[in-house]
């Protein structure tokens, strides 16, 4: 069966200090990858996508960016983090021709 | 273009009383539809899907939607209210390949004891 992985669950960062949060999908090939935020009060935002390695594609401009080194690997990072960053982030992966999301379990990030 | 609105961000109700999260869609083609919940601090869930099969779609945990072309709608409904139900729910409607999906800003469902 497939499995997603995320982590770190949680994470309190500084401003202007890196992130890197990773993802790990199981149990299946080349799947659509995707990183969306979600702010307090908000709904989901779509942050990154990747139909493959080394394709992304970014949704909204902002200081993170995401990287797929892995079929089943997807990365979000920033260089300097900014209070505005702080969220709730998920992972997620699809199969093409579904459109139906299986979700990782989240990391929460706050920035101070 | 596609776009999704959940009319109510919440919702309260009782334990063991009906349940109506409304959620109206709009698409240029014949969209999939999808009710994701949401616990907190947790990813989402799938809680069923509509692809164009049967109008009424039946989910986990009691839950059902029905589509409804005509209105555009695709609202969330349960018979009886649980403790458990209490989450964060969320319309998404998507295209026919699949790779492009629109949530909607998401209902908080409340029970009350």
């Known amino acids: 069966s497939q499995t997603i992985h995320q982590w770190p669950a949680t994470l309190v960062q500084p401003v202007g200090s890196p992130l890197s949060l990773e993802c790990t999908v199981e149990g299946t090939s080349n799947p659509n990858l995707y990183w969306y935020r979600q702010a307090a009060g908000r709904g989901l935002q779509l942050l990154f996508y990747s139909v493959g390695i080394g394709q992304i594609s970014s949704e909204v401009p902002q200081n993170l960016s995401a990287s797929r080194p892995q079929d089943r690997q997807f990365i979000l990072s920033s260089k300097k983090l900014l209070l505005s960053d702080s969220g709730f982030y998920l992972c997620?992966?699809?199969?093409?021709?579904?459109?139906?999301?299986?979700f990782g379990e989240g990391s929460r990030l706050t920035v101070l | 273009a596609q776009s999704v609105t959940q009319l109510d961000s919440h919702v309260s109700v009782s334990e063991g009383t009906p349940v109506l999260l409304r959620c109206n869609y709009s698409?240029?083609?014949?969209?999939?539809l999808f009710w994701y919940v949401q616990h907190p601090n947790k990813g989402l869930q799938l809680l069923l899907k509509y692809t164009s099969a049967a109008t009424l779609v039946k989910g986990i945990n009691g839950f059902e939607a029905e589509f409804k072309k005509s209105e555009t709608s695709f609202h969330l409904t349960k018979p009886s209210a649980h403790m458990s139900d209490a989450a964060e729910y969320f319309c998404v409607v998507s295209n026919n390949a699949g790779n492009m999906l629109t949530f909607g800003g998401g209902t908080r469902l409340m029970v009350k004891p």
């Open positions: 698409s240029s083609y014949s969209p999939s």
């Open positions: 997620a992966w699809s199969v093409d021709g579904t459109g139906e999301l299986f």
